[in-house]
């Protein structure tokens, strides 16, 4: 039996994750491989996953805890891509919970071992978030987040195979050499790589990193689980549902960019850094996603519709350094003005608002 190669693309929250994987699975369907995907998040019903599919790809979800805690979920997930021996996919990239390092002693090393007669391990490849990368490894005042989160952010990059400077578009040529000697000073054995997923700027160097090998490892890194767990705790999670229906035509571009706008604002007036808040608004033949990704962006209208509609359901993922109860009435108010503003009638349902709980990791090599 053929073996699956296994391929986790990690980074922090807002880091361009989901664009990479998607334009890392159509070159390699391009190719005529067999591709499926796998999302992973704290909460359910991910705007990722809708994502991924829209763009006709085989898309699993392992929800409700990262992958290192549902390791025994996410083998099964795999598993359920492939029904039979014959219809094996030839890859599998992973997309873990932006908040999550230790990726390699809890998931990559474990399906080595565990399962390496089915996988073929890739290498764990990071994307760094230049929004809040270029603050926390210059270590400048105001940097958004707490030490206790940017220690999650710089442990995933410790842990990383290679690092892709994602978003490298949206930088100087200074700036990209900037971050790249600071990330040599500080994981001087990590290969970096600029690159652009959205525009392909240099795409081809990172299809060139995940097809290395994984490196060997004499240990596994040390991780200081109760820092981890508050820096994840500091973030506040969100997922809900809106639904959008209205009387006469409304812009569904213009509906889910003022819902980000609406939201990141009151978020700026408390004072809350965001990781990430993400908007997807879909109608049965058209889709919309706006986001942001820091509290000093803007908002993006990654995926433009260019239609108008009576009626749109919208999907709410916010990543915030915020109170959940704080989080949940800023979108519900924020709903009830744009509502009131563009004349539509917006109804928010199934609201999930937590913060995450201590990783509890299923295997851990080194224990």
Known sequence: MKKIRFLMIGGFLGA???TTIGKLASHYVAQGKNVALVTNDQAYDLVDTHTLRAQGFDVGEVPGACFCCKFDDLVETISGLAPNPNQLPDIVIAEPVGSCTDLVATVAEPMAEIFGDRFEVGPMVVLLKPEHGRKILADTPGKGFSPKAEYIFLKQLEEADAIVVNKADKLSQEQQQTLLDQIARRFPTVPAICASAKTEFN???????TEQPRRQRDAMMDVDYDIYAQGE???????????????EPFWLDELVVQLVTGVGELLDQAECEIAHLKVL??????????????????????LASEIQALSADLLVNARVAANPDQLSAIVNSVADRVSGELNITLTVENIQSFRPGKPEPTHRKGQ
């Not at 795409?203 to 990193?209: L, S």
Request: proline share 0%; net charge negative.
């Open 16 to 18: 361009g994750k989901t």
């Open 203 to 209: 795409f081809e160097e990172v299809v060139a990193v």
């Open 233 to 247: 705790a500091e973030l506040g999670w969100l997922n809900c549902q809106i639904k959008a229906r209205a009387a």
């Open 281 to 302: 608004g879909q109608t049965l033949d058209n889709a919309a996603v706006a986001n942001r990704v820091a509290s000093d962006s803007q908002t993006d209208l990654s």
